[in-house]
């Protein structure tokens, strides 16, 4: 079978509708609307006119809808995983597990919606202050395709949970769960047209949304340069906005540390879902004196890796979900092996024999990296682990800050010296220590320098859907 093609969404620009490619086979998954800033409009429209009747809801009753779609999400994981894995291409156990945050996701905001009050002050000269946190009215939200149904999650939970309405855009090549979570929630009681899906091309459908005058904030995950776009757009009409850009998380791996659990959690870490995660870790930093071992380690890892459909059972690594992203990696990899930045310790190459007829990619470490390797100064969104020594501690921290981006990273040691500094002079939203990249839904998430602005995740995404309005009351 010939390679899957999948369409840039800018040439369906004036066809109706845009086929959805599983990146594993080439097989057709589904097809959705090609929308227009007409679509957002009338989206726009009528989550406003629906939105006052579910701003004014107790916080219980709108906690009793997300329970209830949570509930349903539950019930219907396994064929919510499958259309994911189908869609997107990750391994049904990645599928399973995101579908069941999606859940979580919904839970955790509709345990705190009920908390979402405001303040009361008294004084002899001013008399009664209440201060009232109040919804936005509609929002927007633009999610990427890598981890679909948790950044939803993400959106949809603090804005729906503090009585907006949103608008929400999709990624084009990887729509088809999101519009299915939709309807979990309608079918658990959202009233019609407070939750709008609107599909179709980013240049068109994003930027309606994000110059829209009547949607109040925006809340976009992706790139860099897409985010810089959305803000471009949203800036003038004073809109919230949240960006949740790019990463390149680094890993310091100190002499000390359990090397076996941290060769583990590198490879977890950099290659679930095909490493096309945000906080995956990116580069990889390991003290001198053990890199020869701990490469080592990793190396016999990463050859076990299993890579294949995600819909196989004992599958590690699904395919790189589309055709551009398999070719920009292996040219970054080219261009830092001729450049004689570094070496392959294995892997490298693109798969595309025998069963693998889709965007596959070997599992690959590289290793004796120079810091200005392409692998270590641009973001890397695929499965390639690039390793560096270093000497001291200060080299390790100074390496790891010397990029743009500055979302997550992580320092694997048992020393309190070590940790302290690290935590506080790593540039960074979140600072794991002896773990990566996991997250619960209780903290905030987002990063500092181009990696964005804003914080989602926990209690902290509420200020991005609330506004304080001040009342004083002169007895
Ligand atoms: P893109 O920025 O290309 O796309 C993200 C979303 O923006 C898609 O829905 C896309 O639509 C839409 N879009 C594209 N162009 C525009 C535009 N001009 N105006 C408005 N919206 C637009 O990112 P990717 O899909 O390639 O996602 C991967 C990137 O996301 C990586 O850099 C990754 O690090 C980052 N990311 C960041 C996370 C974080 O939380 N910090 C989490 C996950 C990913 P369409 O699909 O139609 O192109």
């Known amino acids: 079978m010939d390679k899957p093609v999948q369409t840039p969404a800018d040439e369906h620009e004036h066809s109706n509708t845009i086929p959805v490619i ?6 057709l998954v589904g097809k959705v609307n090609s929308g227009t800033a007409g679509d957002v409009d009338a989206a726009v429209t009528s989550a406003s006119e629906a939105f006052p009747k579910w701003a004014v809801k107790d916080g219980t009753e709108r906690a009793k809808v997300l329970f209830g779609a949570a509930a349903l999400v539950r019930s219907r994981q396994a064929d919510l995983a499958n259309l994911l894995t189908r869609e997107q291409g990750k391994p049904l156990k990645e599928s399973k597990n995101e579908i069941a945050g999606f859940a979580k996701i919904l839970e955790y905001y509709a345990s705190i919606s009920g908390l979402l009050k405001g303040d009361y002050g008294h004084s002899s000269a001013y008399g009664h202050a209440i201060v009232s946190r109040n919804p936005l009215g509609v929002c927007g939200a633009i999610i990427p395709w890598n981890v679909p149904a948790i950044i939803m999650g993400w959106k949809v939970g603090p804005a729906l949970a503090s009585g ?9 090549t990887a729509p088809l769960t999101c519009m299915q979570l939709v309807g979990c929630l309608v079918e658990a009681g959202l009233p019609g047209n407070i939750l709008q899906i609107v599909t179709g091309p980013g240049p068109v459908v994003g930027e309606a949304i994000a110059e829209h005058p009547d949607v109040r904030a925006v809340s976009f995950t992706g790139e860099v340069a897409t985010g810089r776009r959305v803000a471009s757009l949203a800036a003038p009409l004073f809109k919230r906005i949240t960006l949740e850009l790019g ?10 540390a359990d090397l076996t659990v941290a060769a583990k959690g590198a490879v977890a870490g950099r290659f679930f879902n095909c490493g096309q995660t945000c906080t995956a870790v990116k580069r990889l930093f390991v003290e001198s004196s053990v890199e020869e071992e701990f490469v080592h380690k990793l190396e016999t890892l990463i050859r076990s890796l299993k890579v294949g459909n995600g819909l196989g059972s004992d599958v590690d690594m699904g395919p790189i979900h589309s055709l551009a992203q398999q070719h920009l990696i292996s040219g970054q990899i080219e261009r830092t092996v001729d450049g004689g930045f570094g070496k392959i310790t294995t892997g490298g190459k693109e798969i595309g024999e025998g069963d693998h007829t889709g965007f596959f990619f070997e599992p690959t470490l590289l290793s004796g990296l120079d810091p200005e390797a392409p692998v270590m100064r641009e973001e890397v969104f695929g499965p390639v682990l690039p390793v560096m020594p270093f000497d001291s ?10 990029t743009q981006f ?5 320092v694997w040691t048992h020393d309190s010296r070590v940790i302290s500094r690290a935590c506080e002079e790593l540039q960074a939203g979140i600072v794991w220590v002896n773990q990566h990249l996991k997250l619960p ?3 905030p998430f987002g990063g500092t320098k181009d990696s964005g602005i804003g914080r989602e995740n926990g209690r902290y995404a509420l200020d991005h859907y609330l506004e304080e309005k001040t009342i004083l009351i002169k007895p």
């Open 22 to 27: 599983n990146p594993a086979t080439g097989e």
């Open 164 to 172: 907006n309405a949103l608008v929400l855009k999709p990624a084009t």
């Open 406 to 410: 500055g979302l997550g990273a992580s």
């Open 247 to 256: 990463g390149s998380d680094p890993m310091i791996v100190c002499k000390d």
């Open 393 to 402: 501690l200060d080299d390790a921290i100074s390496a790891a800050n010397s």
């Open 441 to 443: 839904p209780e903290v």
